[in-house]
């Protein structure tokens, strides 16, 4: 028998067991007798108002609980039919999963490296400036999750799945802890052994993962998709594709423009990626507790309307580093991520402002780049602005709302270094408007958090696709193309690595019902 409470507990009496039991059951005053056991099933911090509270869901037991996940037995599937698969991000290592699990082999091809290979080239652009266009941040296996963060929490509740897709992760090395953490993380640490554990296990069932292959073509025939050329050289026969290419695949969208697959504008966001002194965030969000030995560094989430314009905190990285993200010379991007313990002295969140392709100048029903190619002029006129580095353009927050270059700038995470400029001269002035007008409010949102101890860079950009493929609701083929399966950020469906392996779940499980319906 188990019976579930919700109680709230002081940062120090989060690991109180004795003390945890008591108050449930003193909570859980409808029974007799007390229970002799409990587990936690969610955690959250309640830092509202003085004092700072966890709040948790405890379910009281008979029984001495064993947490564990359901566990898959995944069988061989090397003579099964194929599913092929573009892209070993979040949503092409799920979807692959999903297809050994349903009984179908999974084929995937990524154009970038392992993870293990991949961090010679991250360690290129950060000391060397050099970008591989093949193999960075966003490109390889794991794709921009895994050097970026591992944030897991998705709002998209509605979408699939999102348990399963956080008791995979556990049951190939994450934490039981993102079960019950409100905004589960895992860390850049610790992903890459979590991803290679995911692959090895697609290998083992006889699936098969190419590395350094790039799809260069798509040959389509009557309105279907049926052969795929890699790298220039080898055609395969398909009959059903997960295109799950992600958020920054522009030569992707060229080519299916190339043959005419209908694809839409979307909207997106764009401003900046901020930096303040962990520390400072701490004070402002715990009431003036810093350097807490019982809490965790403190988060942030800030929204806005600026002339009905949406400007939001993005992607906040507690304990974090900046990192360069560009996919391409000739241009600069900006990302945040943290390690499991988010104990790097600095805090950084993207700001963001809503950009709706229809009020863009080159706006035409006919483009669907016109985003896209927004986006991209923002990133070279910012990668010009840095000296055409991977150095970024930056300047102190009261700085940059005051219209003044910074004389200096504060240390930073970001390891390509900066150059002091006038965002407000680089950045799209609707842009920098927009950021000027929310940090104002911001700051009295957040006493303290507009400060020159901060330090803006630009641009932040790659919040989402500018670009989706429209896909059948009730199939998700594409809309015109018969076997084409457009999934994750890439395609418009998701926004981050949990909604993105939701998708590839939901795509997989979309290509085996139409199987079984012919």
């Not at 002339?307 to 905190?313: A, H, N, P, Q």
Request: net charge neutral.
């Amino acid at each position: 028998m188990e019976n579930m409470v919700q109680i709230q507990v002081l940062p120090e009496q989060l690991h109180d067991e004795e003390f945890i039991l008591k108050t449930a059951n003193k909570k859980n005053r409808g029974n007799k007798e007390d229970f002799p056991y409990f587990y936690i099933r969610k955690r959250s911090i309640d830092a509202r108002k003085k004092p700072v509270k966890y709040n948790l869901q405890v379910v009281l037991s008979l029984e001495k609980p064993e947490l564990s996940v359901p566990f898959i037995a995944y069988g061989n599937v090397a003579d099964k039919p194929s599913i092929h698969i573009i892209g070993a991000g979040p949503a092409g290592l799920y979807a692959a999963l999903e297809a050994i699990e349903l009984g179908y082999k999974p084929v995937v091809y990524e154009r970038g490296k392992d993870v293990r290979e991949r961090r010679r080239d991250l360690a290129a652009i950060n000391k060397e400036h050099i970008v591989n266009p093949e193999s960075n941040y966003c490109y390889g296996e794991g794709g921009a999750g895994t050097y970026s963060d591992g944030k897991l929490y998705t709002r998209s509740k509605k979408r699939g799945n999102v348990l399963k897709v956080l008791e995979l992760f556990v049951q190939f090395g994450s934490p039981y802890d993102i079960l019950v953490d409100a905004h589960p993380h895992i860390g850049t640490n610790k992903l890459p052994k979590i991803i290679t554990a995911m692959r090895e296990q697609i290998i083992a069932s006889g699936g098969e993962v190419h590395f350094n292959t790039k799809v260069t073509d798509f040959f389509i025939e009557n309105k279907k998709i049926v052969g795929l050329e890699l790298d220039h050289e080898n055609k395969v026969d398909v009959e059903h594709v997960v295109l799950a290419t992600g958020h920054s695949a522009r030569d992707i969208f060229d080519l299916l423009k190339s043959k005419n697959v209908k694809m839409e504008a979307k909207g997106f966001a764009l401003g900046v990626r901020i930096e303040h002194p962990q520390e400072l965030i701490d004070k402002i969000q715990y009431h003036g507790r810093v350097n807490d030995e019982f809490l965790p560094p403190a988060t942030y989430s800030l929204v806005t309307q600026v002339k009905d314009t949406g400007v939001y905190s993005f992607c906040m990285c507690p304990g974090g580093i900046v990192a360069p993200c560009a996919t391409s010379p000739g241009e600069v991007v900006t990302n945040g991520w943290s390690p499991s313990k988010r104990n790097n002295p600095y805090s950084n969140s993207g700001i963001v402002v809503e950009v709706d392709p229809k009020l863009l100048p080159n706006y035409s029903p006919d483009n669907p780049f016109v985003g896209l190619e927004f986006q991209a002029s923002v990133e070279k006129a910012c990668w010009i602005a840095g000296g055409k580095t991977q150095a970024v353009p930056a300047q102190r927050m009261l700085d940059f709302v005051n219209r003044r270059v910074s004389k200096d700038l504060p240390k930073s995470s970001h390891q390509p270094g900066m150059v002091s400029v006038d965002l407000n001269k680089v950045l799209p002035p609707f842009i920098a408007n927009a950021l000027r007008k929310a940090f104002k409010d911001f700051g009295k949102k957040m006493e303290g958090y507009l400060t020159n101890d901060a330090v803006l860079m630009a641009p932040e950009s790659r919040t989402s696709s500018p670009v989706s493929i429209p896909r059948d609701p009730e199939t998700l083929q594409h809309v015109e193309i018969a076997g084409l399966y457009p999934c994750g950020e890439g395609a418009g469906y998701a926004g981050g690595i949990a909604s993105a392996a939701v998708d590839g779940v939901n795509c997989v499980q979309a290509i085996v019902k139409s199987i079984e319906k012919a």
